[in-house]
């Protein structure tokens, strides 16, 4: 019988359901980034709103898209954790809901597991990965570096010190007039500047393991532009800003992929996730240094790269085959780390 998940720890309002074998029978994604727009960056209080507006139409279209009831379900899964809690609470209160109601089980899905799963979907065109690889999760919340060992086996190789790599690309993009979400925009103004007009820093450039870090970066951007003659910034300096920012952040991701590879050297591949896996620069440099060590970089389709129901669904039909289920009193976690599990 067919799965529904359920995704809304952020600013997407997700649903989804999956055949039992991760055949993909519905697929809805709403996102909420225009209702965020206007205060430069995700609202707590609106993004749990505009989910508990959005979730209960969205799951029944997705039950009339796959043809099915929710008590022809297998199971209802949500994303308990990470995340903001007023999103968690209303996607896991619906879920718990409506498997009561129905009479089916339900699963409580970390999204970083989630996420870390994906590439293990038996419809990507790479074909499934096997266990072990390299995880590399890139988005606007998060940057760690993971060793995935197993369904529920996740090693930390490395996270972010400070920022997360999407949200430094934010920062950046904020500084220099661009609007919001800031990483597209900056990708696009960075294709026009030249990377190498301004020296700027690579923290943790050959350090030891895996760890990232970013604030130093934007701290560097931020007093060149406080340095910047007063009045418009010119379009070509900002342009060698972004550039130069973009190769910088590439840089600092292709060293820290290099030092993951060495401590995961049975990794059958590297997969990249997150929505600044989108990033061409980024995703051509990390194809490289993988290449470099005889591995693959697959990169799931971007509307699976970001937030999204599938992978939900898929992370419990990976649980339903091990036998797990979550008590109905299963807590949301706003922090859920993978290595806790
Ligand atoms: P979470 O960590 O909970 O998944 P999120 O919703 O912020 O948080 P995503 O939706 O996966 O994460 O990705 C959004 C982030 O990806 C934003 O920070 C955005 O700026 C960044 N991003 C998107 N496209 C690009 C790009 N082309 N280049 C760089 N960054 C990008
Ligand atoms: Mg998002
Ligand atoms: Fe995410």
């Not at 086996?153 to 010190?161: C, E, I, M, Q």
Request: glycine share 10%; hydrophobic share 50%.
């Amino acid at each position: 019988a067919p799965i529904l998940g359920i995704e809304s720890s952020c600013d997407e309002t997700a649903a989804a359901i999956l055949a039992p074998d991760g055949q993909i029978l519905a697929e809805l994604v709403l996102s909420q980034i225009a209702d965020h727009a206007a205060f430069g960056g995700v609202v707590p209080e609106i993004a749990a709103r505009a989910h508990l507006t959005a979730l209960d139409a969205m799951v029944k279209d997705a039950l009339r898209q796959a043809g099915v009831g929710f008590a022809d379900l297998a199971a209802i899964a949500a994303t308990a954790g990470p995340g903001l809690i007023g999103g968690l609470l209303v996607g896991t209160g619906y879920a718990k809901g409506a498997a009561l109601a129905a009479g089916v089980p339900y699963l409580a899905i970390n999204h970083l597991e989630a996420h870390a799963l994906t590439a293990r979907l038996p419809s990507l065109a790479a074909g499934p990965v096997e266990f072990p690889y390299l995880l590399l999760l890139l988005s606007g919340g998060h940057s760690q570096c993971l060793a995935v060992e197993g369904v529920g086996k996740y090693r930390l190789l490395g996270a972010t010190l400070d920022d997360a790599v999407g949200e430094a690309f934010d920062k950046t993009a904020k500084l220099l007039g661009l609007p919001y979400p800031g990483g597209p925009a900056l990708e696009a103004l960075a294709r026009e500047g030249n990377a190498k007009a301004l020296p700027l820093p690579r923290p943790l450039l050959h350090r030891e393991g895996c760890d990232f870090s970013f604030s130093g970066l934007k701290t560097a951007i931020a007093q060149l532009l406080a340095a910047e003659p007063s009045g418009a910034l010119p379009r070509a300096r900002a342009a060698d800003i972004a550039a130069s920012f973009q190769a910088s952040v590439t840089d600092i991701l292709g060293d820290r992929l290099n030092h993951a590879l060495a401590m995961l050297p049975a990794a059958n591949a590297v997969i990249v996730a997150g929505g600044v896996a989108a990033n061409q620069a980024i995703r051509a440099r990390l194809s490289e240094v993988a290449g470099e060590a005889g591995k693959l970089l697959i990169a799931p389709p971007l509307r699976l790269c970001t937030d999204n129901a599938v992978m939900v669904a898929w992370a419990a039909i990976e649980h339903l085959r091990q036998g797990d289920l979550s008590a109905f009193n299963a807590p949301c976690k706003p922090r859920w780390p993978l290595d806790s599990l």
